[in-house]
């Protein structure tokens, strides 16, 4: 079986981390996010398409050195061309039913239940379905015994029909191809529309679900794997170092800091003494230097935050002026 993820966004409210790096590389707790989603797939997934367009060499470079355990495909847009483009465009790599993926979730979702789900209902495509009290960012799903009876792409504030959204997460039948041609399509506002009639349905679950796309779900996306198990903590004692709540600990800590919860701190990466490091990703080789307080952020590849900052909410990324 084959499942494809949509890989191409630019990641532009990642931005300047994404300037560098795609968003499906970007680390989760130390491992590409695009691989959190590819180790979820069930066994029977095969081949991997992935539909990319911005960076796609950083993304063929990871794959050539990268073994995950299945065939890998990579299919690139010289021009994005959306995420029914991106589908459309790949036709010929997909055989039979088919798993696709938004390339930038984090979830819970048992894929094979999923799977088995689209079968028994036996529409054209099936949607998972993720509960939220403000739905206005994402696709709101209007569901009738499970099938799907209206799709709204991002409605304005106060005009979503229901608080279940569009998780990302899709099957689909091969016909699906019929409805979407070629050029630039948007499968959530010109393709859902018309499966509708054909037969989509909608699939919930529970457990968690983040879309990694914005600063703060990327870092509510780490807090939620660290507190489902995957933190892991520093192997060394350190005097005088206050942990608390679950982190994922693999760089060097000084003396006198306090650290967490929700802190992930890659290899090479480094928190001085006496500083204070709170809910915050440190990718490899960045440092946070001695006495800074530092909430909420996301420090890229060799960042730094000199002595005796405050910083709060920022994404900061090596030689811009690391001074907010
Ligand atoms: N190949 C390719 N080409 N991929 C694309 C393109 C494109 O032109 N545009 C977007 N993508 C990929 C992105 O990389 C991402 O993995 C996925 O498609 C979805 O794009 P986002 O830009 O992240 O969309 P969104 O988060 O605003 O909304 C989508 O996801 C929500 C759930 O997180 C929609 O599908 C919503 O309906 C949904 O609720
Ligand atoms: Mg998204």
Known sequence: MKALILAGGMGTRLRPLTYSTPKPLVPLLGRPLVMHI????????????????????ALEEYFRRNDCGRKVVLVNETEPLGTGGAIWNVRQYLDGTFLCCNGDI?????????????????????????????????????????????????????????????????????????????????????????????????????????????????????????????????????????LSGRNHLDGSILSYCQVGPHVCALPRSRIMGGSSVVNSILMEGA????????????????????????VQGKILVAGENECP
Request: glycine content about 10%; proline content about 6%; hydrophobic content about 40%.
């Open 106 to 242: 984090v979830s819970s979702l048992d894929l094979q239940d999923f799977l088995d789900f689209h079968r028994a209902k036996g529409g054209m495509g099936s949607l998972a379905l993720w509960q939220v009290p403000n739905p206005s960012a994402f696709g709101v799903v209007g569901l009738r015994n499970d099938r799907v009876s209206d799709f709204q792409e991002k409605p304005a504030p106060g005009t979503a029909r229901s608080d279940l959204i569009n998780a990302g997460i899709y099957c689909f039948e091969p016909e699906i191809m019929d409805l979407i041609g070629e050029g630039v399509v948007s499968l959530e506002r010109s393709v859902f529309p018309l499966v509708l009639e054909k037969g989509l349905y909608g699939h919930r679950f529970s457990g968690y679900w983040v879309d990694c796309g914005t600063p703060e779900s990327y870092l509510r996306a780490q807090a939620v794997l660290l507190d489902n198990g995957q933190d892991k903590e520093h192997p060394a004692v350190i005097e005088g170092v206050k």
């Open 38 to 57: 590819i180790d979820s797939l069930p066994k029977q997934v095969d081949t991997v398409v992935l539909a990319v367009s911005y960076m796609k060499d």
């Open 287 to 310: 440092v946070i230097g001695r006495n800074c307080q530092v909430h909420d952020c996301i420090l890229g590849p060799g960042a730094t935050i000199p002595d005796g900052q405050t």
